[in-house]
């Protein structure tokens, strides 16, 4: 690994601006060792230190079944169109690759074919972009919907004209030999290397249905990037669920299936009559409860336990109606199937009395969710690792608690795994520097977010705006964005008035934009160069107490002898927080300052467990040091 990307090899000589570096080198012989032992891996890589190669050069050198996985569709084709090419190039490699991405994501050729028939759509713009979809159908190679982007990525037509475990016809589709899904699974299956994403390989390994299981066994070492992800991730597809989307999305296709078959319409509309009704009467009254919460609170209120015994009512009737007509097409027996399936699985949901798991409930503006999440993932995760017999490597920049990875290692059950802990190569002393604001109340203080702007706002003239501001709740950015607007002589790009990729761009482009954020822009955000010197942190980002599945977990630690705040609370954050300072600082000639609003860091024991996990930078409490350092970088 040395020899390859040293400053004497191939990549040195051949790729545009590779510098070589010896903490890429070091963990390339951590993944090469653990790929040929078949043992796990845990190894942390600060920003910049080219990961990425890191693991790909070990991957293809050691000519083994290899899965990457990424934490997002982004990174997935990042990886695949652009870094597998640049390295199999150097390299000379000759292995197979292939993309494969979960079945939602390629055309379905029948479904869209029924949709074409039916011709029921909303406007003008949906025929328009329903033409576009059919056109590009007849040149597509791959399918994938990715290709197609002057159809937005949440229109309504995508979720009509693509499959899921529950709807798809299987080998029995009369498109099954020009399918998409097929060609992408028979490819991934004959490749030596496989890129994925998380959430189809947990659907995979989870064996949701009839996924992709036989794509991944077989596989001599799993990568999986982005790691510090998988927890959340994995508790999600070890979840049992069902929502408002899907018992419609029932209804709608035993319509369509009835389009085709004579009479089957005027037989079954009675059975279907009452579902679609009784959904909307269950999704009003889950308008009085809280947005998230446990079973008990359903429980608790007699209205919406009654609306969901007419929900299961009316889901059995349905099904027992689909019963006596499934053998007149294979449509019907698929959507019978599915009505089976959905009633069982509700009817497990509503056990609010099952101790293995977590029952729980979400409202969103288009519907409802009701899940069954496992207090413990440890336990599957290990037998899953146990039963693929390969590697199993994770990898990311935010994985470790104060340099140690005890708490990743006991979320995923990893016993005593191989770990690695590099730090980033860039000159933090010199890039960087942390601003602690001095005398903010407490975070609990009502005027918190305007103190917090009031604070800042000096910063900005001094860094002529190029600033991220990210909070930790949806609420603060709403009142900070209110408390900048006409204070700033800067471009405001606000997080929910525009996707999130277009928010980006035009920050860019901008030259000297603040750009306000939660949740999703505290990861996998990348601004470097001169557009981006300042990045603010409202809070320290611990989770929403009112989350059921934590708020259970913790009572399960605090049963077990333990402070589930240390445990648990604190190094959930001190990741999370990690993230949002890798902002920053993205590249060798990236400078900036990072503003830490929030007085806990000094003021309790644990803020110094924060302070330690960050990239060793100076830290100040004097504006004044903050407009030197932005003054000599300008």
């Known amino acids: 690994m040395e020899a390859l990307l040293g400053p004497d090899g191939p990549f040195a000589r051949e790729v545009p601006g590779f510098v070589p570096r010896a903490v890429q080198q070091a963990m390339a012989g951590a993944v090469a060792a653990a790929i040929d032992e078949r043992h796990a891996l845990v190894a942390e890589a600060g920003t910049g230190t080219g990961k990425t190669f890191a693991y790909l050069v070990p991957a293809l050198v050691s000519g083994r079944r290899i899965i990457v996985s ?51 759509l909303a406007s003008r713009e949906e025929v328009a972009r329903l033409g576009a979809i059919h056109a590009w159908s007849t040149a597509t190679a791959s399918g994938d919907r990715a290709e197609l982007a002057e159809v937005p990525e949440d229109s309504p037509l995508w979720p009509r004209v693509t499959s899921t475990t529950d709807n ?100 079954l509309q009675p059975a279907l009559d009452p579902l679609m009704p009784a959904l909307r009467r269950l999704r009003l009254e889950f308008e009085r409860l809280p947005a998230k919460g446990a079973f008990s609170v359903i429980e608790g209120d007699a209205a919406v336990m009654r609306e969901l015994d007419a929900l299961r009512d009316a889901l059995a009737g349905l099904a027992d109606a689909l019963e006596r007509h499934a053998e007149r097409s294979r449509g019907l027996a698929a959507v019978h199937e599915r009505a089976l399936g959905f009633a069982a699985r509700l009817a497990h949901l509503l056990d609010g009395n099952a101790r293995d798991a977590v029952h729980w409930y979400e409202v969103s503006a288009h519907g409802f969710m009701l899940h069954a999440t496992p207090l413990d993932l440890a336990g599957p995760l290990r037998e899953l690792r146990e039963q693929s017999r390969a590697a199993w490597i994770f990898t990311s920049a935010t994985l470790s608690v104060d340099r140690r990875f005890d708490h990743f290692s006991r979320q995923l059950g990893l016993d005593d795994p191989h770990t690695l802990a590099l730090d980033s190569p860039f000159d933090y002393a010199r890039q960087a520097l942390a601003w602690l604001p001095p005398d903010l109340p407490e975070p609990s203080d009502p005027a918190y977010t305007d103190r917090v702007v009031d604070a800042v706002l000096p910063v900005l ?4 705006g190029r600033a991220f501001l990210l909070f930790t709740s949806h609420r603060a950015l709403r009142r900070a964005a209110e408390r900048l607007e006409g204070r700033v002589p800067y471009p405001l790009f606000v997080q929910g008035t525009a996707p ?7 920050f860019r482009a901008s030259g000297n934009g603040v750009l306000l954020g939660a949740a999703s822009f505290w990861e996998g955000v990348d601004v470097a160069g001169e557009a981006l010197g300042v ?57 900036g300052v990072l ?25 100040t409490r004097r504006l004044d040091d903050v407009r030197r350092f932005l003054a000599d970088g300008a």
């Not at 003239?461 to 002529?464: D, I, K, M, Q, V």
């Not at 977990?553 to 049963?559: I, S, T, W």
């Not at 445990?567 to 949002?580: H, S, T, Y």
């Not at 007085?599 to 996990?613: C, D, E, M, V, W």
Request: with cysteine.
């Open 70 to 120: 990424t934490g997002t569709k982004a990174l997935q084709d990042q990886l695949f169109h652009r870094d597998l090419p640049r390295v199999r190039s150097v390299l000379g490699a000759r292995l197979s690759a292939a993309l494969l991405k979960g079945r939602a994501n390629y055309l379905c050729l029948h479904r869209l074919d029924q949709l074409r028939k039916d011709g029921r």
């Open 168 to 267: 798809c016809l299987g080998s029995e589709c009369p498109m099954f030999a020009d399918c998409f899904v097929v060609r992408a699974r028979r490819a991934a299956q004959e490749a030596d290397l496989v890129v994925v994403n998380h959430h189809l390989l947990f659907a995979d390994l989870a064996i949701k249905q009839e996924g992709f299981g036989e794509i991944l066994p077989g596989a001599h070492a799993f990568i999986l990037d982005e790691a510090h992800q998988i927890p959340e991730l994995a508790g999600q597809f070890f979840s049992i669920s069902l929502g408002m989307r899907q018992l419609g999305e029932l209804a709608q296709d035993t319509l369509a299936e009835c389009a085709g078959v004579s009479g089957a319409l005027a037989l």
């Open 461 to 464: 003239e001094a860094s002529n």
């Open 500 to 506: 999130r990729h277009r928010l980006l761009e035009e």
């Open 535 to 591: 990045v603010v942190i409202d809070k320290l980002p611990f989770a929403a107490p009112d989350d059921p599945v934590l708020v259970a977990r913790l009572e399960a630690l605090r049963d077990a002898g333990l402070n589930a705040f240390t445990e648990w609370q604190v190094p959930n954050a001190v990741i999370a927080l990690k993230q949002g300072a890798g902002r920053l600082i993205r590249d060798i000639h990236d400078r």
């Open 595 to 619: 503003v830490l609003c929030d007085p806990r860091l000094s003021t309790k024991g644990y803020g110094r467990q924060f302070l330690a996990s960050l990239p060793p930078m100076p830290r």
